[in-house]
């Protein structure tokens, strides 16, 4: 599985928009970009997924370029419970088996202050 | 609808001693699979279950752990004897088959002392 590289922390403000890169250069064909959260004292949280382009739903936006070596997760007017860990992780789909084993990074550690 | 249920919620053991860890999957999800963090690495994927069997293994450390799952609902993984580097967050996941969205469970805080 791919391996990817994002920040180790981030700090942002109530109220505005946060990106997150992730770089993932050895990608190959069949693997999608999935990002996840993770409170403390918590399991992993889906939050979106993305095979190109952009992708949106009512917790973020996932921006992916043509040549899929990176993707940026965006959280529009972040408040203070998005202060969490989130996690980038690329791997393609096993047909019939569901996604393969999840292969997680170090994740961006998102600190929002009021 | 119920999430991914965990039991139990901390456990403290001595080294030596067999601990057996809880999953219960969504309803309806044939896949299964465990993680683990221990202090201070991150998440490693453990194994994964297609219903009762084992699809993938390969991130089982070693002998001592043994996980099951008949009946292909609920599953155990149990240490046995366990060892200080054993202590982490253990997690289980599961997925439906034709969506590859896993969801997680909320771990087992394992202290072996």
């Known amino acids: 599985l791919a391996k990817t590289t994002q920040p180790i922390s981030m700090d942002s403000y109530e109220g505005q928009e946060v990106n997150i890169t992730c770089s993932h250069n050895n990608i190959a064909t069949n693997d999608y970009i999935t990002w996840y959260q993770q409170f403390p004292s918590q399991g992993p949280r889906f939050i979106i997924q993305?095979?190109?382009t952009k992708v949106t739903n009512e917790v973020a936006s996932l921006f992916i370029p043509a040549d899929r070596k990176s993707s940026t997760l965006s959280l529009p007017r972040v408040s203070l419970s998005d202060t969490a860990v989130y996690y980038c992780?690329?791997?393609?789909?096993?047909?019939?088996?569901?996604?393969?084993?999840?292969?997680f990074g170090t994740g961006t550690r998102l600190l929002v202050s009021p | 609808e119920a999430g991914v249920t965990q039991f139990p919620s901390h456990s403290v053991i001595e080294k030596g001693q067999t601990v057996t860890l809880r999953c219960d999957p969504i309803?309806?999800?044939?896949?299964l699979y465990w993680y683990r963090r221990v202090m201070g690495k991150e998440i490693k994927f453990l194994l994964h279950f297609v219903k009762e069997s084992k699809q993938d293994e390969s991130g089982m450390p070693n002998n001592r752990f043994l996980a099951e799952r008949t009946g292909g609902t609920y599953s155990t993984l149990k240490v046995q004897p366990a060892e200080l580097e054993d202590s982490g967050v253990y997690f289980c996941?599961?997925?439906?088959?034709?969506?590859?969205?896993?969801?997680f469970g909320p771990g087992t805080r394992l202290t072996v002392l």
């Open positions: 996941a599961s997925s439906h088959p034709s969506v590859d969205t896993q969801y």
């Open positions: 993305g095979y190109k």
């Open positions: 992780l690329v791997g393609g789909r096993g047909v019939n088996t569901g996604f393969q084993k999840l292969v």
């Open positions: 309803s309806g999800h044939d896949n």
